[in-house]
């Protein structure tokens, strides 16, 4: 809504600015930038032939979930097979998340915390890079942005609270059939909820069981009905084979595995070489440095392979120190710390340098029809150029988010400030699976990160907000000295 300033002019507020500017950025980097397909990339175009055919599910590998695939089978039919039907599916989910942070932190904050936020976000180089690579990053963050709007909505009626559990629900099932790391999320959402909802229960002495135990009922169904989805998903995929899979290249990739294990066999001296490498060269933080790793792999995995999870838990049971600085390893590399295993770094070097424009955009190893399709060739532009040197100020920016949003989470838990709190909670348990596993891929960190440098200004705002109202509420301490005469109380 447009306002009338005191002299009759006309004035737009500050929040509507910003997203005027957000809309036409978008568009800007729509046009600048090309689309780039990784490896990763091909498989998913591959897949949006195959989901919805006869060739599945014969032809579906089973580390993949439908409903990315299936967004590009549907912007196939609508729009052809081209660079924008790419952008359709990525692009818009990017938009989508930018629009529900800037509304949920208004809806908190007011309009310039929402204004500067929804700008910052849409600066984030990493998230304008993987807006443009077929990988599903972007979505990632959108279901994010999602989750944590949801969790800091307070509906105070009954109905509306349903509406709530719905909405939920329906964006951790869509969640899960659009990337499986995403599940963890449900009962961090259901305690979430419960917390944030609880205040809102009548509190009056004998007043009816029912509300807590609906209120009980509806966080059992956040955590049950996006597990049971997932369940019924296994008779075409298999999450635990692919978590195998996972923890059976992070052993080796963060040098979980001892050197005086059986499991290595003649490979030990390799093994402790590449070791001793990675460190030299500082690149620990994203474990063995890539030509060692893929040297020494596939020697190592057949070993592993017989029972990946018995020698990953075994690991951590006698080494525990090792694992816990891997794992300290993994969770510098996703604060933004830099590990020269990067493909973050090598993804926006693709996308965003202007010396790499005139390239293919494509890796090689794909399929021809997606070549043909999909091959595009951008010039340097004034935008790209821009946005190659926000790379090394974001950089120091997504520190400073991370660090932030550790300390609001523990203002949150410990002053019990449930918008604080959730803001800060959904992006790091959403990291915390891979920490755990140990997964160093820097780019399954960036939907998280970018959800921390979207409430780089909120998370401050509302710490300080908490203990001011602590400071405010706590009893003021007073002095009782006895009456005398001629003494002044300073009671």
Same mark, same amino acid.
């Given at each position: 809504?447009?306002?009338?300033?005191?002299?009759?002019?006309?004035?737009?507020?500050?929040?509507?600015?910003?997203?005027?500017?957000?809309?036409?950025?978008?568009?800007?980097?729509?046009?600048?930038?090309?689309?780039?397909?990784?490896?990763?990339?091909?498989?998913?175009?591959?897949?949006?032939?195959?989901?919805?055919?006869?060739?599945?599910?014969?032809?579906?590998?089973?580390?993949?979930?439908?409903?990315?695939?299936?967004?590009?089978?549907?912007?196939?039919?609508?729009?052809?097979?081209?660079?924008?039907?790419?952008?359709?599916?990525?692009?818009?989910?990017?938009?989508?998340?930018?629009?529900?942070?800037?509304?949920?932190?208004?809806?908190?904050?007011?309009?310039?915390?929402?204004?500067?936020?929804?700008?910052?976000?849409?600066?984030?180089?990493?998230?304008?890079?993987?807006?443009?690579?077929?990988?599903?990053?972007?979505?990632?963050?959108?279901?994010?942005?999602?989750?944590?709007?949801?969790?800091?909505?307070?509906?105070?009626?009954?109905?509306?609270?349903?509406?709530?559990?719905?909405?939920?629900?329906?964006?951790?099932?869509?969640?899960?059939?659009?990337?499986?790391?995403?599940?963890?999320?449900?009962?961090?959402?259901?305690?979430?909820?419960?917390?944030?909802?609880?205040?809102?229960?009548?509190?009056?002495?004998?007043?009816?069981?029912?509300?807590?135990?609906?209120?009980?009922?509806?966080?059992?169904?956040?955590?049950?009905?996006?597990?049971?989805?997932?369940?019924?998903?296994?008779?075409?995929?298999?999450?635990?084979?692919?978590?195998?899979?996972?923890?059976?290249?992070?052993?080796?990739?963060?040098?979980?595995?001892?050197?005086?294990?059986?499991?290595?066999?003649?490979?030990?001296?390799?093994?402790?070489?590449?070791?001793?490498?990675?460190?030299?060269?500082?690149?620990?933080?994203?474990?063995?440095?890539?030509?060692?790793?893929?040297?020494?792999?596939?020697?190592?995995?057949?070993?592993?392979?017989?029972?990946?999870?018995?020698?990953?838990?075994?690991?951590?049971?006698?080494?525990?120190?090792?694992?816990?600085?891997?794992?300290?390893?993994?969770?510098?590399?996703?604060?933004?710390?830099?590990?020269?295993?990067?493909?973050?770094?090598?993804?926006?070097?693709?996308?965003?340098?202007?010396?790499?424009?005139?390239?293919?955009?494509?890796?090689?190893?794909?399929?021809?029809?997606?070549?043909?399709?999909?091959?595009?060739?951008?010039?340097?532009?004034?935008?790209?150029?821009?946005?190659?040197?926000?790379?090394?100020?974001?950089?120091?920016?997504?520190?400073?988010?991370?660090?932030?949003?550790?300390?609001?989470?523990?203002?949150? @838990?410990? /002053? =019990? $400030?449930?918008?604080?709190?959730?803001?800060? &909670?959904?992006? #790091?348990?959403?990291? !915390? *699976?891979?920490?755990?596993?140990?997964?160093?891929?820097?780019?399954?960190?960036?939907?998280?990160?970018?959800?921390?440098?979207?409430?780089?200004?909120?998370?401050?705002? @509302?710490? /300080? =907000? $908490?203990?001011?109202?602590?400071?405010?509420? &706590?009893?003021? #301490?007073?002095?009782? !000295? *006895?009456?005398?005469?001629?003494?002044?109380?300073?009671?």
């Amino acid at each position: 809504m447009v306002s009338t300033n005191p002299a009759g002019s006309v004035t737009i507020p500050l929040f509507r600015w910003a997203v005027y500017l957000v809309i036409g950025f978008y568009f800007c980097h729509l046009i600048a930038l090309p689309v780039f397909i990784t490896f990763d990339g091909h498989q998913y175009l591959n897949l949006a032939d195959v989901v919805g055919s006869h060739r599945f599910p014969k032809d579906w590998p089973f580390t993949r979930t439908p409903l990315f695939p299936l967004l590009f089978k549907v912007s196939f039919k609508l729009v052809g097979r081209h660079p924008r039907a790419a952008w359709g599916v990525t692009c818009p989910r990017a938009l989508a998340g930018v629009g529900v942070g800037g509304v949920y932190i208004r809806r908190t904050l007011g309009d310039w915390p929402a204004a500067l936020s929804m700008i910052l976000v849409s600066l984030f180089p990493p998230l304008l890079v993987y807006q443009h690579t077929i990988l599903t990053e972007v979505g990632v963050f959108c279901f994010l942005a999602m989750l944590v709007g949801l969790l800091v909505w307070y509906p105070q009626s009954p109905d509306r609270r349903w509406l709530q559990v719905g909405a939920l629900l329906v964006t951790l099932c869509a969640g899960y059939f659009f990337r499986q790391t995403l599940l963890p999320l449900a009962p961090v959402a259901a305690v979430l909820f419960a917390f944030g909802a609880w205040p809102t229960l009548p509190r009056p002495a004998g007043t009816s069981w029912k509300p807590r135990a609906i209120l009980l009922a509806q966080s059992f169904l956040i955590i049950g009905v996006p597990c049971l989805s997932a369940q019924a998903w296994q008779r075409f995929g298999n999450d635990k084979g692919f978590f195998n899979i996972v923890i059976t290249q992070t052993m080796v990739q963060q040098a979980l595995i001892p050197p005086d294990s059986p499991l290595l066999g003649t490979h030990a001296q390799e093994y402790q070489e590449a070791i001793a490498v990675s460190q030299s060269s500082r690149n620990l933080n994203s474990g063995l440095r890539w030509d060692l790793f893929f040297q020494i792999f596939p020697k190592l995995a057949p070993a592993i392979n017989q029972d990946p999870l018995a020698v990953f838990l075994d690991c951590i049971r006698t080494h525990p120190g090792r694992y816990l600085a891997a794992a300290g390893r993994v969770a510098l590399l996703f604060s933004g710390c830099q590990g020269l295993n990067s493909e973050v770094e090598y993804h926006q070097n693709m996308v965003l340098n202007p010396q790499n424009m005139g390239l293919k955009n494509h890796m090689e190893g794909g399929f021809p029809n997606n070549e043909r399709d999909f091959t595009q060739v951008a010039k340097p532009s004034l935008v790209l150029r821009c946005l190659w040197h926000l790379k090394r100020p974001y950089k120091v920016l997504l520190i400073l988010a991370s660090a932030v949003s550790v300390l609001g989470l523990a203002i949150g @838990l410990f /002053w =019990r $400030a449930h918008t604080l709190f959730s803001l800060c &909670a959904i992006p #790091l348990a959403y990291l !915390l *699976p891979y920490i755990l596993m140990l997964d160093s891929v820097d780019r399954y960190a960036v939907p998280a990160q970018a959800i921390l440098v979207l409430n780089l200004v909120a998370v401050p705002m @509302l710490g /300080w =907000r $908490a203990i001011r109202s602590k400071i405010a509420q &706590a009893p003021v #301490l007073t002095t009782h !000295l *006895p009456a005398e005469p001629n003494f002044v109380s300073l009671g």
